[in-house]
C-alpha cells in the first residue's frame, strides 16, 4: 500500500516537476501581470472530498480566473469511511495528501489529537464567520483551528408524497408534519407512522436502520465518551442499549426498514423502485436522494424531525502540512467556505451552510428545491437548525459508531440475533479499553 | 629461531631483485581475489535490493510489532508479545484467517482446473487461433478495482442480476453480503474471472512444448482424446503446474483489492464476513485501531503461514517432480 502510494507519488512528482519546467517557460513572459499567486509559479491545488459538497468545476473555474496561475483538481471519494482512510494513510505515510483534504465531524477528534498535522487556519478575516459550536469542533485545546466549516446537517424527514397518499396517509407537507406529531416528534411517534404505512401496504417504510440509528445516536449529548474524563461510557450509557433495541424491534418485529445498508449498490437502487416511502434527510443527503432517484416523482421533505431536532455530520476542510503550498490552499480553502460559496453549495447539492451571514441570506431563507415538490427546504433546514444539541464527540467515537453500526447491519439486513451483535459490539468496545 | 633465519635472506633478495616477485605476488592475489570473490559482486546487486526492499521491511517489521506504535503518534512503548497476544484472541483475527483460505480454495482450484481444460481445447488445432488465445487474457487485462465494481452489482443482495436471474429458477435469493460462504464464492468469482485466461496461457505455453510425437504414437495405439490428455499432456506439464498453484497459492494468500471492493465500506462486512487476512492487516493498521504494531504482529504471522505453505508446496513439488521422473523415463524407453 505504502510503496504503491509512494511510487504513484514519485511518478505525479516527476510529471508534474516537467509540467512545471514547461510551463515555466511559456509563462514568463507574462509573470509580471500575474498577481494572484504567492509563490510566483503555476500551481495545482488538489481537493480531497467525499459525497457530495455542491463544490461544482465552474466554481473552480472561476477561483482559477480570479486567480492566475492557480489549477485546481478536486478529488471526490464514495464514501466518508473512504476518505477517512485515505487521509490517515498519506497522513502517516508522510506525503500525498491533497492540498486541501475534507473531514467529517465524526472523525476530527481522533485527529485533533495530532493537530501537528495539519495548518492554524486561525485568521482574524474569517473570525466570527461560522456558528460558535461549529469553530469550537475543531479548535484544539490551545486555540488551533485546524478546519473551517463547510456544511451542517440538519435534519428533517425526506419521504414520497405518491406513496404516503397510496396508503392512505396524508401526502402534502404540512399534514405529515403534524403526523409525525410537528414539534412534539418523538421516535416512538415516527415508528408509530410507519406501522400504519407498513400495515397498509404491506411495504417497508424506511431505508436502513442504522441511518435511523444515527438519527438518534446524534441527538445525545454524551452518547459514548465522558466529556470531561474521555473515558469510554458506551456501555454504562443506558440510553446506548435503549435506542439500539428500539431501532432493532422496529426494523425487525416490525417489518418497517427495507433492509438496507447505507451507501449500498442495493440502497442505491431502491431509490428507483420504490424500496422505501421515508428517510432521515439532513441537507446534504437531498443531493443523494436526487441524484440517486433522478426521474422519479413524489419526493417531499417535511419540516419535522422525532426528538425536535438533530445534527448529522457535516464537515470541514483542512490543510496538511505536508503539501507544497499551504499558502495558496489556505487561501482557497477560506474561499470554499465564504458565505458566497457555500450558498451556491447548497443550491447545487443541499449541503446546509455553517455561516452565520449565510444563515441570515434571503438566498438561503428562500430557497426551494425542485425535486423535493418546491419545498422550501433553506426555510425548513434553518428551522431544523435551531435547537441542535451538539453532541460530544471524543476520539473513539467513530470507532464505536461503526461497531454499533455494524451490528445494527447485521440485524437489520443480514437477519442476525440482536442480543449476539449487543454482545459483539459489547467485545469491540471492550477491546478499546 | 625461524624469524631470525627468514629475514637475512628476505633482506639479501630485496637488493637483488625486489620488484618482480612483489608484483607478480599482487597481481596473483588480484587474480585469486577476481576468481573468489567477483561472482559474488556479480551476484551482490540482487542481495543488496533484497535486503533493501525484502529483508529490512521484513526485520522492521518484527521491530515495529514488539512496540507500541501508533499510525499517526509513532513509536511508543516496548510492549513484547503484547500485540501477538491481543490479536489471537481477536475473534477477528480468526474470521480473516478462515476467509483467506476459504476464498483460496474457492479460487484456486476451479480455476486451475478450468485453465487446465482451456488451455488443452486452445491447444487443439482451432480456426482463429490467436483470436481465441488473446480473447482469454481480455479479463486479465480489466483492472481488479472495476472487475470488483461490476461484480458488486452483478452481487448485489436484492437488485443483482444474479439473484434475479436465479430467481427465474426458483432459487430463493442468496445472500451475497450477508451470509460467509456465498460472499466467498462472489469474491471467488471475480477472482477467478480475472485470473484464469492468465493461468491458462501460461498452460497452453507448457502444453505446446509437450513433443507431438508422443501424441501420434499414442494416436497410432488406438489412445481415445481423453486418455492423452491424461497419460500424456497433464504429466508433461507438471513442472508448469506447479508453478501456477505456487503463484496462485501466494496471490491468494494474500488477496484484498477483490473483497475489499466487494462493498462501499471496504471492512469485509458489517460482520466481517469475507475480510481477509491483509484487509484486517490493513484494519489495524489504518483503520478504526491506527495500531501499526498490532498491523506488523498480524504481518508476521501471515509471514510464517505463507511461509509453511510454501514449503508444502516445496515438498509437493519435490515429491511430483521424482514421481514424474520415471514416467519421462519409461516414455522415452518406449519411443
Known amino acids: 500500500m505504502r510503496k504503491t502510494t509512494r511510487k504513484a507519488w514519485a511518478l505525479a512528482a516527476g510529471m508534474t516537476s516537467i509540467a512545471l519546467v514547461a510551463t515555466a517557460c511559456s509563462s514568463s513572459n507574462d509573470a509580471a501581470d500575474d498577481e494572484g499567486t504567492a509563490d510566483g509559479g503555476d500551481i495545482t491545488l488538489t481537493v480531497a472530498t467525499f459525497n457530495e459538497f455542491g463544490y461544482t468545476d465552474e466554481m473552480f473555474d472561476r477561483y482559477e480566473a480570479e486567480n492566475p496561475g492557480v489549477t485546481i483538481e478536486q478529488k471526490v471519494a464514495a464514501t466518508s469511511n473512504e476518505a477517512r482512510e485515505n487521509l490517515n494513510t498519506r497522513l502517516a505515510a508522510g506525503s500525498g495528501t491533497a492540498d486541501i483534504e475534507a473531514i467529517e465531524v465524526d472523525w476530527l477528534p481522533e485527529l485533533m489529537q495530532y493537530p501537528d498535522y495539519f495548518e492554524d487556519l486561525a485568521s482574524p478575516d474569517v473570525e466570527g464567520r461560522w456558528l460558535p459550536w461549529k469553530v469550537a469542533q475543531a479548535t484544539t485545546p490551545d486555540g488551533k483551528l485546524i478546519g473551517y466549516g463547510t456544511d451542517i446537517g440538519p435534519e428533517g424527514i425526506a419521504y414520497r408524497a405518491d406513496l404516503f397518499e397510496a396508503a392512505g396517509l396524508p401526502s402534502d407537507r404540512e399534514s405529515v408534519a403534524a403526523l409525525f406529531g410537528g414539534a412534539d416528534a418523538t421516535w416512538d411517534g415516527f415508528f408509530e407512522v410507519g406501522k400504519q404505512y407498513t400495515a397498509a401496504t404491506g411495504k417497508p417504510f424506511f431505508d436502513s436502520a442504522s441511518a435511523i440509528y444515527q438519527g438518534m445516536v446524534n441527538q445525545e449529548e454524551a452518547a459514548y465518551e465522558d466529556p470531561d474524563t474521555g473515558d469510554i461510557t458506551a456501555l454504562d450509557n443506558p440510553r446506548i442499549k435503549e435506542m439500539y433495541d428500539q431501532v432493532t424491534a422496529a426494523a425487525v418485529n416490525d417489518k418497517l426498514s427495507a433492509h438496507f445498508t447505507q451507501w449500498s449498490d442495493d440502497w442505491t437502487n431502491s431509490f428507483q423502485t420504490d424500496g422505501f416511502a421515508a428517510m432521515l434527510a439532513p441537507g446534504w443527503m437531498l443531493g443523494v436522494i436526487s441524484g440517486n432517484a433522478a426521474g422519479v416523482t413524489g419526493w417531499d421533505i417535511a419540516d419535522v424531525f422525532p426528538g425536535g431536532s438533530g445534527n448529522w455530520g457535516g464537515s470541514f476542510l483542512t490543510v496538511p502540512s505536508q503539501g507544497a503550498n499551504v499558502d495558496a490552499a489556505k487561501d482557497l480553502a477560506a474561499w470554499l467556505t465564504a458565505p458566497e460559496q457555500q450558498i451556491e453549495a447548497f443550491q447545487n447539492k443541499g449541503t446546509f451552510p455553517s455561516q452565520v451571514e449565510a444563515l441570515d441570506s434571503d438566498e438561503i431563507k428562500s430557497a426551494t428545491n425542485e425535486f423535493f415538490n418546491n419545498a422550501p427546504v433553506g426555510e425548513i433546514l434553518a428551522n431544523r437548525a435551531k435547537d441542535v444539541v451538539v453532541p460530544f464527540k471524543g476520539p473513539q467515537y467513530f470507532t464505536i459508531q461503526d461497531a454499533i453500526s455494524n451490528a445494527i447491519v447485521e440485524v437489520d439486513v443480514n437477519g442476525a440475533d440482536p442480543a449476539a451483535q449487543w454482545d459483539t459490539f459489547v467485545q469491540v468496545v471492550q477491546g478499546l479499553g | ?335
Not at chain 2, 124 to 134: D, E, I, K, P, Q
Open chain 2, 1 to 335: 629461531m625461524a624469524t631470525s633465519t627468514t629475514q637475512p635472506r628476505a633482506g639479501r633478495r630485496l637488493p637483488d631483485s625486489p620488484r618482480p616477485p612483489r608484483r607478480v605476488g599482487f597481481s596473483q592475489t588480484l587474480g585469486r581475489w577476481d576468481v573468489k570473490v567477483s561472482p559474488y559482486l556479480y551476484i551482490s546487486p540482487f542481495f543488496l535490493l533484497f535486503a533493501l526492499t525484502g529483508l529490512f521491511p521484513l526485520a522492521y517489521t518484527a521491530y515495529v510489532s514488539v512496540y507500541d506504535w501508533h499510525l499517526l503518534g509513532g513509536q511508543g512503548e516496548f510492549v513484547g508479545f503484547e500485540n501477538f497476544a491481543f490479536v489471537f484472541q481477536e475473534p477477528n483475527f480468526w474470521k480473516g484467517l478462515r476467509n483467506t483460505f476459504s476464498i483460496f480454495l474457492l479460487s484456486t482450484i476451479p480455476q486451475l482446473m478450468v485453465a487446465v481444460v482451456v488451455a488443452a481445447l486452445l491447444d487443439a488445432n482451432l480456426r482463429a487461433r490467436t483470436f481465441w488465445r488473446m480473447g482469454v487474457l481480455v479479463p486479465y487485462v480489466v483492472a481488479p478495482v472495476a472487475v470488483a465494481l461490476i461484480f458488486g452489482k452483478l452481487f448485489a443482495d436484492q437488485s443483482g442480476l444474479v439473484n434475479t436471474v436465479l430467481g427465474f429458477a426458483g432459487v430463493e435469493p442468496i445472500k451475497w453480503h450477508g451470509s460467509v460462504l456465498p460472499s466467498h464464492a462472489a469474491i471467488a468469482s471475480m477472482v477467478n474471472f480475472r485470473w484464469t485466461g492468465y493461468n491458462t496461457l501460461i498452460l497452453l505455453a507448457a502444453m505446446q512444448a509437450v513433443p507431438r510425437d508422443l501424441y501420434e504414437a499414442a494416436v497410432i495405439d488406438g489412445a481415445s482424446r481423453l486418455r492423452q490428455f491424461f497419460s500424456i499432456t497433464i504429466p508433461q506439464i507438471r513442472p508448469t503446474i506447479i508453478f501456477v498453484v505456487i503463484t496462485s497459492t501466494i496471490g491468494g494468500l494474500q488477496i484484498f483489492d477483490e473483497p475489499r471492493m466487494f462493498d462501499q465500506t471496504g471492512q469485509g462486512g458489517p460482520g466481517r464476513q469475507w475480510m481477509t487476512v491483509t484487509m484486517y492487516i490493513y484494519e489495524l493498521g489504518f483503520g478504526n485501531q491506527k495500531s501499526f504494531g498490532r498491523a506488523a504482529a498480524v504481518a508476521w504471522v501471515l509471514f510464517l503461514i505463507i511461509l509453511a505453505v510454501g514449503m508444502l508446496n516445496f515438498w509437493l513439488t519435490r515429491r511430483i517432480a521424482s514421481e514424474s521422473t520415471p514416467k519421462q523415463a519409461r516414455k522415452k524407453v518406449k519411443r
